[in-house]
């Protein structure tokens, strides 16, 4: 069964991915984003590549030196993590929510994205997902969320709160509801 948000069609497991304890699909995602994106009227500073693009090592980094920020958001091992390419400063931000005792949950070598260039800086921040298999896509959501509108991005909800307002808030946000503002 099909149901139409706007002009994207969704398969009925794509809305139920944001029922509670159930992990966000690809295509969830890069519709989300892609309606945040549009809300707050950035494509122009800010770019985002969807998720079907799994291969970082593949991405031409010379496309996106324009903008101000590139966000990429992959999945790895089932987990969700976003990744901000600042192409002028030449970081690259992990922002993983899974709690950690590494740095990250993923090896981040230098990357090449130039003739000459490589990536000189990159940082992580380590979210509060805490004990929860569901939750990191609706985490990673909210990163990109945070980043965009200048947010503090320490924000410490449980998963009680995550399961029962902030999805909830992403389902009113998918029927035009509410804002990408009232969602924080």
Same mark, same amino acid.
Do not use: A
């Given at each position: 069964?099909?149901?139409?948000?706007?002009?994207?069609?969704?398969?009925?497991?794509?809305?139920?991915?944001?029922?509670?304890?159930?992990?966000?699909?690809?295509?969830?995602? +890069?519709?989300?984003?892609? #309606?945040?994106?549009?809300?707050?009227?950035? %494509?122009?500073?800010?770019?985002?590549?969807?998720?079907?693009?799994?291969?970082?090592?593949?991405? +031409?980094?010379? #496309?996106?030196? %324009?903008?101000?920020?590139?966000f990429i958001v992959l999945n790895q091992d089932n987990h969700w993590f976003l990744f901000v390419y600042e192409p002028k400063k030449?970081?690259?931000?992990?922002?993983?929510?899974l709690p950690s005792e590494d740095e990250s949950v993923i090896d981040i070598e230098l990357l090449p994205i130039g003739d000459d $260039?490589?990536?000189? +800086?990159?940082?992580?921040?380590?979210?509060?997902?805490?004990?929860?298999?569901?939750?990191?896509?609706?985490?990673?959501?909210?990163?990109?969320?945070?980043?965009?509108?200048?947010?503090?991005?320490?924000?410490?909800? +449980?998963?009680?709160?995550?399961?029962?307002?902030?999805?909830?808030?992403?389902?009113?946000?998918?029927? $035009?509801?509410?804002?990408?503002? #009232?969602?924080?």
């Amino acid at each position: 069964m099909l149901i139409n948000y706007g002009y994207i069609p969704f398969p009925t497991y794509e809305i139920k991915c944001l029922n509670k304890g159930q992990k966000l699909t690809d295509g969830m995602i +890069d519709y989300l984003i892609n #309606k945040i994106f549009n809300q707050l009227n950035l %494509n122009e500073k800010y770019h985002y590549i969807p998720t079907y693009f799994h291969m970082i090592e593949q991405i +031409d980094w010379k #496309k996106y030196k %324009n903008f101000e920020k590139t966000f990429i958001v992959l999945n790895q091992d089932n987990h969700w993590f976003l990744f901000v390419y600042e192409p002028k400063k030449l970081k690259f931000h992990l922002y993983d929510p899974l709690p950690s005792e590494d740095e990250s949950v993923i090896d981040i070598e230098l990357l090449p994205i130039g003739d000459d $260039d490589i990536i000189e +800086d990159y940082y992580g921040i380590i979210g509060n997902q805490g004990k929860s298999k569901t939750n990191c896509g609706i985490f990673v959501l909210l990163y990109v969320i945070g980043l965009l509108t200048k947010q503090n991005l320490s924000f410490n909800y +449980d998963e009680k709160y995550i399961n029962n307002i902030i999805r909830k808030k992403f389902i009113q946000f998918l029927n $035009d509801e509410i804002t990408v503002d #009232k969602i924080f």
